[in-house]
């Protein structure tokens, strides 16, 4: 299997180098590509994951709000204390997943 290298002057994408030989190779973009592909579909099945997880919490933070809203008056203090606490962590968990689906997005159009 021939191992390919890129200049340090040039994209990864642009213009590839055979180690053997050291000959310019014009086509190394799909070479490039084809190599990483599993990191490719890594991203992707993380991604997928990220989803899942993001609908997740988003549906437990929407019911946990409007279970406030609804049940404010009606409930001891201490419940809608933990009420907001909780409230409080599943928009910050929210946040963080949306974040680490935004650096999967930006490490796949790296690839």
Known sequence: MVQWKTPENYESHELGFC????TRVDSCEIIH??????????????L?????????FIAIDVSLVAWLARNYDKT??????????AVVVFTSVVVWVNRAAMRR???LEEE
């Open 48 to 56: 997928s994951w990220l989803k899942i997880v993001f609908s997740v």
């Open 19 to 22: 180690i053997h030989d050291n």
């Open 76 to 85: 001891s203090g201490v419940l809608i204390i933990f009420g907001f606490i």
């Open 105 to 107: 997005f930006k490490e």
């Open 33 to 46: 590509h084809n190599k990483n592909m599993p990191k490719i579909d890594r991203i992707k099945e993380e």
